[in-house]
């Protein structure tokens, strides 16, 4: 099994302090210096807003205001700590009033992760808002069917996490829509399996890459641990419909590799993936760039403004990846 060397776990140590930002370099101390958890949450206290969201972690658009898409953001780094903040810090009970407070029962999740301020400034074709994109759903079978794990279920998995803060029948009405679009739509016994499709781009949800990823940190979060269980029974059925398993394609374009999607040996779904994510573990260790980052191999966009906010996404991504190869154990001497 291949590991990062020490001489390149240095060289991507050195790529992100020359190019990313406080976050990045935060998280970088926490995953291989100090593990402080406090010391990295005052850090990332200093992206929340006064309305209690979060701005300035998404590297794919110009805005750097507060949106549900940067608060999402913010809740992986809380969900990867290993020591997690307790319901009564003030960075946690801050977030869960920013997201009580913009929840749309009538929809079922928060709608829109984007703020219209996005749309002012650069920003990658598969991000913007609009306003008129999730009209009310009367019905709640059809809310289920429409309901899309991409994103929604990261902030319903936050909202497990710390269920004791919020009321009872909001905690149910959250959690009720990923667990029923598990339960119908994602399991091979209901009559419903593969039906749903909330992408246009894509033939079923099932096949979306970035619905798996919330739904194993949804079901990791969940302290009903016998449902819990039930629902990563059902993932773990299907788990590679959604990754690519043609690694060098990562290379031409976007791809999510097995270790893409599953990004932790704590998941629910790896061990039914375990080689698939461990070799590609090992061709990511191979596409380290002698600069010592990995980069991704499109372009945001034509115009120049672009190039930073790729650069910027370049040094997160190193960071990611080099967090994930750190819980895998897979660097030399780490």
């Known amino acids: 099994m291949l590991n990062l060397t020490h001489e390149n776990f240095i060289k991507a ?27 990295f949450m005052n850090v990332l206290a200093q992206y929340q ?12 658009w110009e805005y750097n205001g507060p949106t549900l898409k940067d608060t999402e953001h913010a809740f992986r780094y809380v969900f990867y700590l290993k020591d997690k903040p307790s319901a009564d810090h003030p960075v946690i009970q801050k977030m869960m009033k920013y997201l009580l407070d913009r929840y749309r029962p009538d929809i079922g999740h928060w709608g829109s992760v984007e703020e219209p ?31 899309s794990p991409n994103g929604q279920a990261a902030l ?5 996490l710390y269920s004791e803060l919020v009321p009872e029948d909001v905690y149910r009405d959250i959690i009720k829509y990923p667990v029923e679009k ?11 399996y593969g039906t749903s499709s909330t992408d246009g781009a894509i033939t079923g949800d099932i096949a979306t890459p970035y619905n798996l990823k919330c739904l194993q940190q949804f079901v990791k979060c969940l302290k009903d641990k016998p449902l819990a269980e039930k629902l990563a029974a059902i993932l773990c059925q299907h ?43 090992s061709y990511l260790i191979r596409q380290q760039k002698d600069d010592g980052g990995w980069h991704w191999s499109f ?23 080099l967090a994930e190869l750190g819980r895998f154990g897979r660097i030399e001497n780490a």
Not at 49 to 60: I, K, R, V
Not at 182 to 192: F, K, W
């Open 156 to 160: 319903a998995a936050f909202v497990a």
């Open 182 to 192: 598990i339960l119908r739509y994602y399991d091979e016994a209901s009559p419903m």
């Open 239 to 281: 788990p590679t419909a959604c990754m690519q398993l043609d690694f060098a394609k990562w290379e031409q374009g976007y791809e999510e590799l097995p270790c893409d999607v599953v990004q932790t040996p704590d998941s629910v779904v790896y061990p039914a993936v375990k080689d698939l994510v461990d070799d590609s573990l």
């Open 49 to 60: 807003h006064e309305n209690s969201g979060f701005g300035g972690l998404m590297y794919e």
């Open 13 to 39: 140590r050195d790529y992100i302090f020359a190019h990313s930002d406080d976050i990045n370099r935060a998280w970088f101390r926490y995953n291989f210096e100090d593990n402080d958890a406090a010391a």
């Open 117 to 147: 301020g996005v749309n002012d400034g650069a920003h990658v074709p598969w991000w913007g808002y609009n306003e008129n994109e999730y009209p009310p759903i009367a019905d709640e079978d059809a809310r289920i069917l429409k309901y």
């Open 299 to 321: 372009r945001f966009g034509e115009a120049d403004v672009f190039r930073k906010l790729e650069a910027d996404s370049d040094a997160h991504l190193t960071m990611l990846i």
